[in-house]
C-alpha cells in the first residue's frame, strides 16, 4: 500500500490535518483529521510503500502499545484511510 500522494500533512495550531494540496491549491472541502500517532505513522511512511505489519511494529518501537492493540488500532486506521481515500493499493 501506498499513501495518496495527492494528499498533504498540515499542522494547525496542536491538530495535524490532511488536505488536498495538489497543484499548490488546497481544497479545505475535505479535511481529514488525524491523531498524534495517526500523522507521526503518516510522517513516517512518506512516499514508501507499507504493509499492516510495518505499522504494527513501528508504533510498538515508538510508543508504549501492545502488538495486539497496535495491530487492532493499525487496521482499523488503514480501514478508515482506504475508504476515504487516503490510500493507494
Do not use: H
Not at 481544497?27 to 507499507?50: C, H, K, T, Y
Not at 504494527?56 to 480501514?79: F, G, M, Q
Request: charged share 30%.
Amino acid at each position: 500500500m501506498k499513501l495518496n500522494r495527492k494528499l498533504d500533512l498540515r499542522k494547525i495550531g496542536n491538530k495535524y490535518m490532511i488536505v488536498n494540496g495538489d497543484a499548490g491549491n488546497v481544497d479545505m472541502v475535505r479535511v481529514f483529521s488525524l491523531n498524534e500517532p495517526a500523522a507521526w505513522l503518516w510522517q513516517r511512511i512518506g512516499e514508501n510503500s507499507f504493509t499492516i505489519d510495518l505499522l504494527v511494529d513501528w508504533l510498538c518501537e515508538e510508543y508504549d502499545v501492545a502488538a495486539e492493540t497496535a495491530r487492532k488500532d493499525v487496521v482499523a486506521l488503514i480501514d478508515i484511510w482506504t475508504k476515504c481515500g487516503l490510500v493507494d493499493a
